[in-house]
């Protein structure tokens, strides 16, 4: 089989109340890169002060031809799936010419939408993340024919709530228990 070109992608919509900055989230996620477990492939951050000016900045570990690469890979499996094999040719094709154009990613009117979204004096920040850790995993799993079921990335608020939806329904179960049992009319 083929290598695996790309490992799993993980996009990531973060916002932020009166954010205070101070270099720690370029830290922790230059400290990934730095290990090779992650691969950034787009960050866009949005700001919008307290006075409703916005700013923006993107960033990105790809180089030009990397960038192009990846809007014809993301672009042709996009296109097969809208339209098969066809689809697929066009998709690539278009990825990778919306690439060159250094519009792959967030585009001025991702960046107006968000700021429309989030209020004065916060931020919000777009990453899409390789996971290049998994990609020797991927490529094993493809080749003993290995086919996703579901995937997700489970968080500690994730677990939190699952524990208390369990604790809900624990209740209700023992709640039930202890109610008679009435006998059916005859």
Do not use: C
């Amino acid at each position: 089989m083929a290598k695996v070109l790309y490992g799993p992608m993980h996009l990531l919509v973060v916002g932020f109340k009166n954010p205070d900055f101070h270099g720690q989230i370029r830290r922790a996620l230059g400290s990934a890169m730095e290990a090779g477990t992650v691969r950034l492939i787009d960050l866009r951050f949005v700001y919008k002060d307290a006075d409703g000016n916005v700013s923006s900045m993107e960033a990105s570990q790809l180089s030009d031809e990397e960038r192009q690469r990846f809007g014809a890979a993301v672009g042709a499996l996009m296109g097969l799936g809208a339209g098969g094999v066809e689809g697929a040719r066009r998709g690539a094709e278009a990825g990778a010419t919306a690439a060159a154009h250094r519009t792959f990613g967030m585009t001025e009117e991702n960046v107006r939408r968000i700021s429309d979204a989030i209020p004065n004096n916060s931020a919000a920040a777009v990453f899409l993340i390789e996971h290049l850790w998994a990609k020797e995993l991927k490529e094993a799993l493809r080749d003993a024919n290995a086919y996703l079921i579901a995937e997700g990335i489970v968080t500690p608020e994730a677990l939190v709530m699952a524990g208390a939806a369990l604790e809900e329904a624990v209740e209700a179960a023992e709640e039930e228990e202890k109610r008679p049992m009435v006998a059916p009319a005859q």
